[in-house]
T-cell receptor
Framework: DTEVTQTPKHLVMGMTNKKSLKCEQH?????MYWYKQKAKKPPELMFV???????INESVPSRFSPECPNSSLLNLHLHALQPEDSALYLC????????????FGEGSWLTVV | AQSVSQHNHHVILSEAASLELGCNYS??????LFWYVQYPGQHLQLLLK??????LVKGIKGFEAEFIKSKFSFNLRKPSVQWSDTAEYFC????????????FGKGTMLLVSP
């Protein structure tokens, strides 16, 4: 079982909606990540948080807004998304230093209609 | 920037056949290398990883991979596949200093027929 928990597992939203994806880990990891995975494609990095601060933003559109309320939680706020944003959104965590294993959650399947 | 290339996008094997999936990376410095597996409808799971030391690493479920630095390769192998190995396999590299971010290859879909 994954120790990174994501909710909801499935989400359908309209283009004018505001919704949030949530992620939680209790492994004491100080780095947390959001990846986006389109069907039959590899995951692509979106954001990296280290010590609850945004460290990397891979030029993600502002309609995706990450938030890290504490060291265990990571949110992804969604607003005014487009149908092409439909994908599997993966949360992950790791120890901070380079090369540590990244543990992935099961993902949230997002469909934008 | 680093990149990862997986040569086979689809592989079809019969049970008990041997498996080798190719992975090459491009990066001039020190890298950490990973193979992840994604079973249908499930999350990414780590199969094995290479950080340093013995270039032949063994992972879960009978998988192993060999790091050949001169060839920038990290190929995944299994002597005898099972139907339950049907999944997508991703090679990934971590080469960004200070972070454990991963760059993934495009993946190889393995279908094992019983």
């Amino acid at each position: 079982d994954t120790e990174v928990t994501q909710t909801p597992k499935h989400l359908v939203m309209g283009m004018t909606n505001k919704k949030s994806l949530k992620c939680e880990q209790h492994m004491g990891h100080r780095a947390m990540y959001w990846y986006k995975q389109k069907a039959k494609k590899p995951p692509e990095l979106m954001f990296v948080y280290s010590y609850e601060k945004l460290s990397i933003n891979e030029s993600v559109p502002s309609r995706f807004s990450p938030e890290c309320p504490n060291s265990s939680l990571l949110n992804l706020h969604l607003h005014a998304l487009q149908p092409e944003d439909s994908a599997l959104y993966l949360c992950a965590s790791s120890q901070l230093e380079s090369g540590n294993t990244i543990y992935f959650g099961e993902g949230s399947w997002l469909t934008v209609v | 920037a680093q990149s990862v290339s997986q040569h086979n996008h689809h592989v079809i094997l019969s049970e008990a056949a041997s498996l080798e999936l190719g992975c090459n990376y491009s990066y001039g410095g020190t890298v950490n290398l990973f193979w992840y597996v994604q079973y249908p409808g499930q999350h990414l799971q780590l199969l094995l990883k290479y950080f340093s030391g013995d270039p032949l690493v063994k992972g879960i479920k009978g998988f192993e991979a060999e790091f050949i630095k001169s060839k920038f390769s990290f190929n995944l192998r299994k002597p005898s596949v099972q139907w339950s190995d049907t999944a997508e396999y991703f090679c990934a590299v971590n080469a960004r200093s200070g972070y454990s971010t991963l760059t993934f290859g495009k993946g190889t879909m393995l279908l094992v027929s019983p």
